[in-house]
């Protein structure tokens, strides 16, 4: 974790938002394990924070899945079990799916531009080896094809489910090799999209999507 910031500014109006983003971003990229213990006085000597600040952003995050608070122990970074795992992925490829056609038919020019530069942002940052900007980096795509499905219940759903999935995107990544399957699973992604064909496109991502579950499923059987 030595290579994370975890200190807020004190001076800005959004101190609960900017703790949350802080643990949200120690999760997303591994710096707290799934079942790792959260020990409040260390979190607010990092963080900079009283206890009243983190406990209240601690349970937004247990409301979005990310923590659990265990009786007469306290928070830990939530595990996902394998069988959870499955269901969370399933749903995934079917709305990501949806949400990739509809931008290969919807999207403008611009739009479909801004997502290609999206991914070689995500490709310059993987390749780099900077992990603590890589599911930031990721992120800044699925913003994208969210915003590109023009479905606000679909982005609501995904954006929850992703909560979920940052907890084994770190997983997910660290498979040997995986980050330029990853690359190039995406790029297959764009070049559907920008050549307008929903149905490859959404058959790409779903493609996408069980690649990355079995690279995540075989690490939690590991």
Wanted: hydrophobic share 40%; with cysteine; proline share 3%.
């Amino acid at each position: 974790m030595s290579d994370l910031d975890l200190r807020v500014s004190k001076r800005s109006a959004t101190l609960r938002g900017q703790v949350e983003d802080k643990l949200r971003a120690a999760i997303s990229s591994g710096s707290f394990q799934p079942g790792q213990k959260l020990v409040e006085r260390e979190l607010c000597e990092k963080l900079g924070v009283s206890r009243p600040s983190l406990r209240e952003a601690l349970r937004q995050l247990e409301a979005e899945g990310l923590i659990t608070l265990i009786p007469h122990r306290g928070p830990i970074v939530t595990t996902v079990d394998e069988e959870e795992a499955h269901q969370l992925y399933e749903l995934r490829s079917l709305l990501e799916g949806f949400a990739a056609q509809r931008c290969a038919e919807a999207g403008s020019a611009e739009f479909k531009r801004a997502l290609a530069e999206a991914v070689e942002d995500f490709a310059a940052v993987a390749l780099s080896g900077q992990s603590v900007d890589l599911i930031e980096s990721k992120s800044k795509f699925y913003d994208l094809l969210l915003e590109g499905s023009k479905n606000v219940y679909v982005r609501r759903t995904l954006e929850s489910l992703y909560n979920r999935i940052n907890l084994l995107r770190v997983t997910s990544m660290a498979q040997p090799g995986r980050i330029r399957h990853s690359i190039a699973e995406l790029r297959d992604i764009v070049a559907a999209i920008q050549a307008g064909d929903g149905p490859r496109a959404a058959a790409a991502c779903h493609l996408h999507i069980a690649n990355a579950a079995k690279a995540a499923l075989s690490r939690k059987a590991a």
